[in-house]
């Protein structure tokens, strides 16, 4: 399996239902994407984070899947329309548990 976590510090004074959208819009997401065994948007509620305050944590059959899903036009869509124009920056990690 293949992981992918992606942290979000929002702008300043997003309303929070524009958050909620953007949050519903990326879950929808895993209803119509092969390869995606998991998805989940949560607000980030670390002790530590830094201003990252929403949290993306998903899980793919394989890296190739991951890669097709974050490249796919309904996945830059949501990007484009529902989370850049929220998003002050963001920090990706990636991991494969078959990967020793």
């Not at 879950?27 to 994407?33: G, N, V, Y």
């Not at 995606?36 to 993306?56: I, T």
């Amino acid at each position: 399996m293949f992981h992918r976590t992606i942290l979000f510090a929002l702008k300043p004074g997003i309303a929070l239902d524009r958050v909620r959208g953007a949050r519903e819009s990326l879950q929808r997401l895993i209803e119509t994407m092969p390869g995606v065994d998991h998805l989940a948007v949560v607000h980030n509620v670390a002790d530590e984070r830094q201003g990252y305050n929403l949290a993306l944590f998903s899980g793919f059959e394989t890296k190739t899947a991951a890669d097709i899903f974050f490249r796919h036009p309904e996945y830059r869509r949501v990007w484009q329309q529902d989370l850049a124009p929220l998003v002050e920056r963001h920090l990706v990690a990636d991991g494969d548990s078959e990967v020793g």
